[in-house]
Every structure is written in structure tokens, then in C-alpha cells.
């Protein structure tokens, strides 16, 4: 089999900077894909945050000229490997555009420059790549941030030699996102006004970067079959699906896989004690240094439910903003690790000094603590609205910590629903996006865990067994990449 020459482009990058699972997706894919044989490099942006001492970043020798409109800006190269492998990472830095505190906003509030700040970016990454003499056989980008880059593939550099022969794939890894601007992003993208229409980047007068992506991309993955099942449809479209109905025959659903290195309580550095399916005893040692942690009575019979999640309406925030009070009155502990809305910060903490002995809640964003709820934990909440495929769910299968989920996505993919009968499956799920079938759910889950015990640990062993591997993942998308690259072939030979 050939080897294939890919470059991914993604606008986070674990470890360098995350805010959520696309960076966790970004640094594991590549690692993966290296593994099956193929030449991967990896680009995203310098920001002020990306630590250059601790990852050994270098200098990449000369500047990278970027035409943006009028003018070129002028950015600079640094470089180092994913650690662990030798997948090398390019970073593109540019004091104005990413010399700044957040990667896409400041205190909940987006940069007005957006735009000009991942256009550059786009457009920085083909530079690099011919620079590089790097040529892709396929170019795979990530949400919106990236999306101009298909676009810039079949335009601006059409004809390129560099990039004679190379495909493009977009993932979609949350549409509700969309990279929408004003009218002057036109000339930033500098491609010409023609293809602001409706049917390339025009949205309702505006730019929307994503929809350039999803019309001029050679094929789209939208991380769970689930997902890309239902943003076909009016409730999860966002608008666009007509737009992705019409587009179908190139739509998939890989899902996501789990880098179990990171996420596995065999292995785990972060957690207080190390535990497998075997032998479950390091698990009740995470469960009372966790309790410890949130100062809650360090008991064992009670079943603890953990969150781990961006505060954002996604993730049915507000449905458990109802449903906790009558959860609150059960035998339960919950604790919450999140950062994002503001009312949803206040609230919740405010519910947790209410409740002191049973809710504990840490605002903000801390990786160590992520791990060790999902160690601690015995149960997982997450109420989404809709999960393009959601990764705590699947990590939590490993530690033990059984999942209870709404139905939709990703979770409706890789959660298998309790079943008494005989005791099948791997975690709780509810289908209405109501706070009643949430706490209907949650009582489910405590009932199995007070009087079904038995059952309990059945399921907890079928989810520590489960496997999301990323090596499945990454042939299936090699293959994909396969079919990018022979369907460019055939548009070529037919001009
Ligand atoms: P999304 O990308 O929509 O946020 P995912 O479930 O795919 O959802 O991924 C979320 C990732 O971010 C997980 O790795 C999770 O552990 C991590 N995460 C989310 N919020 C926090 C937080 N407050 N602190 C630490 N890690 C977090
Ligand atoms: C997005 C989605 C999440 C998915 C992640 C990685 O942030 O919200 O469901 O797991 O991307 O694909």
C-alpha cells in the first residue's frame, strides 16, 4: 500500500492547547495514522499559551510570506513533534493575530478579528506547505476555523503545482459553530467576489466560512453516524441541512476514537490510585480522594455522578439546572467540573453551597481533575442537547463510571442502554430532552446502583471492556483519504 502524505490542520492541538475534544481528536488521529505508515504533519496556530520551552519549539529557518487582500503579512515558523512520536508540529506565529490570552475569545466574548485571524491562518498553511515542498495528498481540516482552506485549494490555488494533485476533507465537529462574518472577509480571502453566493460562501448577506467548506471539500466527516444522520435534519441542521441533504454522497461518520494512553486507569498518572476490570480496589480509593477533594463525606455506599464539561447550552445544562433539586433529594453525590455561561457558573455554585454535604462544583478548566472524576466517579452525566460524538462518555466507559446520556450523537453510538433482562449493556440513556427524563433516568441509574448491585458491576464490566480505538478510526479514514484521492484523479483526467 502506498504511503500517503496528509496534513491536518486544526485550530487546537492536545497537548499544546485545548478547549475541547477536537484538540483531543487533533492530537491523537495523526499519532495514529503515523502508526499505520504515512507521512503526517500536523499545523496550528502559536498562541501566546502554546508553552515553547516545555515542547521544544524551534524556529523553522526564514519568514512565511501570507497574501491577505491588498497586502502580505508576515508570519513565522515553529516546530516540534507530537510527543510520544515523531509526527512533526508546525506552528504559524504572528505576534497581533495569536500573541493574545484566549484562542477564540476573552471572557465569553469572540475577537472581532476572528476572521482575519483564521484566514490567515488558512491561508499561512498552504505558504507553509509549499515552503515545506510538502505535498499533501489530502488536506484534512476541522470546523470552521479551517474551512477556508478547501476553498482556498479550489480557487486561489487551482493551479498550484504544489497542490496538483491534493484532496480536501472537512470535520465536523460541531455545526453550531460556523464561522459567520461580515462581507469584508471577502477580501481577506482575496478568491474574488464571484463566490460570494449562495450556493459557495454567502449566508443571509454574510460570510459563513463553514459553508465554503462543506460545498468546496472533496468529502465531510461528521464524527458518529448518528450525527451525520441527523444533521440532515431541521433540529440539528443549524440551517444547513439541505445544504449537507444535497451532499450526502460525500458525508460520513467516522467516529472518534480514545487515545488510551492518556485515558486509562491501568495507566493513568493523574489519579490517586491505578485500577483495571480485574481488580477494582484502586477505584475506591479514587472515589474517597475525590470526595475529599470536594469536601463531601468520603462514603462508599453512596453512588457518586460525576461531570466533567463545558458549561454551554450543548450540553443540557439547563435541563439539569431543572432536574437538581430532585436529584439533590436522592442518596447521591455529584460533582461538576466545568467552565463557561456565566449563569450557569453562578447557579451551580450557589446550588453547591445550598448543598455542601452532596454537590460539589469547581468552576474553571483543570485536566487533572477531569481524570480523577473519571476515576472517582460511578456514574457519568451527560444531558446533551446534541453530542457530535462526545469523548468523556467513552472515557468513562474505561474508568468503570457508568454513562448516563441523552440519546443523541455520538453518545447514542457508543452507549448501550441497561438492559435488566439480561444484563446487557453499558450505561443510561434517556430520548426526550426533558429535565423529568433526565431525573427519570438519573433514579433509574441510583435504583440499579442501591438495589440491583449485581447488575451494576455486569455493566461496569461490560464498559471497562469496550473499545474505541483510534487504530480502527485511522484505517477508516486512510480508506476515506484513499477515496478522496481517487475521486480528484477522475475529476482530473476529465478536464
Ligand atoms: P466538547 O468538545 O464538545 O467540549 P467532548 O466530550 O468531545 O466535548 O470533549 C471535551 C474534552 O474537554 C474532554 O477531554 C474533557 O475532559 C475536556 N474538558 C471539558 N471541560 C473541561 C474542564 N472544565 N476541565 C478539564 N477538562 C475539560
Ligand atoms: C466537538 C463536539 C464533541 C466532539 C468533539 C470532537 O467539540 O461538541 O461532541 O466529541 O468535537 O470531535
Not at 205 to 232: T, W
Not at 242 to 252: M, P, S
Request: proline share 3%; net charge negative.
Amino acid at each position: 500500500m502506498d504511503k500517503l502524505n496528509i496534513l491536518i490542520v486544526a485550530s487546537e492541538v492536545v497537548p499544546f492547547a485545548k478547549s475541547g475534544g477536537l484538540a483531543d481528536v487533533a492530537g491523537a488521529l495523526p499519532k495514529a495514522l503515523r502508526a499505520l505508515g504515512h507521512d503526517v504533519r500536523v499545523v496550528m496556530p502559536r498562541y501566546y499559551i502554546v508553552d515553547k520551552q516545555k515542547y521544544g519549539l524551534k524556529p523553522v529557518e526564514g519568514s512565511l510570506g501570507v497574501p491577505m487582500g491588498s497586502s502580505e503579512v508576515w508570519g513565522a515558523v515553529l516546530e516540534t513533534v507530537l510527543p510520544g512520536s515523531d509526527v512533526p508540529v508546525y506552528f504559524i506565529e504572528h505576534e497581533g493575530f495569536f500573541g493574545r490570552k484566549g484562542l477564540y475569545d476573552e471572557e465569553g466574548k469572540g475577537y472581532e478579528d476572528n476572521d482575519k485571524r483564521f484566514i490567515f491562518f488558512s491561508k499561512a498553511v498552504m505558504q507553509l506547505a509549499k515552503k515545506l515542498h510538502f505535498r499533501p495528498d489530502v488536506i484534512h481540516v476541522n470546523d470552521w476555523h479551517t474551512a477556508a482552506i478547501p476553498v482556498l485549494l479550489n480557487t486561489t490555488y487551482a493551479f498550484d503545482r504544489n497542490f496538483a494533485h491534493t484532496g480536501s476533507l472537512l470535520s465536523i465537529h460541531n455545526l453550531e459553530h460556523q464561522g459567520r462574518f461580515p462581507k469584508s472577509a471577502m477580501d481577506t480571502l482575496a478568491i474574488g467576489w464571484e463566490h460570494f453566493n449562495a450556493g459557495e460562501l454567502e449566508e443571509y448577506g454574510d460570510v459563513n466560512l463553514l459553508k465554503g467548506g462543506i460545498v468546496h471539500a472533496d468529502a465531510i466527516n461528521a464524527v458518529s453516524k448518528k450525527y451525520a444522520q441527523e444533521i440532515r435534519t431541521k433540529e440539528f441542521g443549524w440551517g444547513f441541512e439541505e445544504l449537507i441533504a444535497q451532499r450526502a454522497y460525500k458525508l460520513h461518520g467516522i467516529l472518534n476514537g480514545v487515545d488510551y494512553e492518556e485515558w486509562s486507569p491501568a495507566v493513568d498518572r493523574l489519579i490517586a490510585r491505578k485500577f483495571d476490570a480485574n481488580d477494582l480496589s484502586g477505584k475506591a480509593v479514587c472515589k474517597t480522594q475525590l470526595q475529599q477533594k470536594f469536601n463531601l463525606p468520603a462514603r462508599s455506599d453512596v453512588p457518586v455522578i460525576g461531570l466533567v464539561s463545558r458549561l454551554a447550552e450543548q450540553k443540557g445544562i439547563r435541563l439539569l439546572a431543572e432536574a437538581i433539586w430532585e436529584i439533590l433529594e436522592m442518596d447521591v453525590q455529584i460533582v461538576l467540573l466545568g467552565a463557561g455561561e456565566k449563569w450557569a457558573e453562578h447557579f451551580f455554585s450557589d446550588v453547591a453551597s445550598k448543598y455542601p454535604e452532596k454537590f460539589g462544583v469547581y468552576i474553571g478548566y483543570q485536566n487533572e481533575l477531569a481524570h480523577q472524576i473519571e476515576a472517582g466517579s460511578d456514574l457519568f452525566l451527560m444531558p446533551s442537547l446534541f453530542e457530535p460524538c462526545g469523548l468523556n462518555q467513552i472515557y468513562s466507559l474505561r474508568y468503570g463510571t457508568l454513562p448516563i446520556v441523552r440519546a443523541t450523537g455520538g453518545l447514542d453510538d457508543t452507549i448501550e442502554n441497561y438492559c435488566a433482562k439480561d444484563k446487557s449493556g453499558t450505561g443510561f440513556k434517556f430520548y426526550d430532552a426533558t429535565a423529568q427524563a433526565l431525573t427519570t433516568t438519573v433514579k433509574w441509574a441510583v435504583h440499579t446502583w442501591y438495589e440491583e448491585r449485581e447488575d451494576f458491576d455486569q455493566l461496569r464490566n461490560n464498559a471497562m471492556r469496550q473499545r474505541f480505538d483510534w487504530k480502527v478510526a485511522a484505517s477508516e479514514y486512510v480508506s476515506l483519504y484513499r477515496s478522496i484521492i481517487r475521486g480528484r484523479r477522475k475529476k482530473e483526467e476529465q478536464i
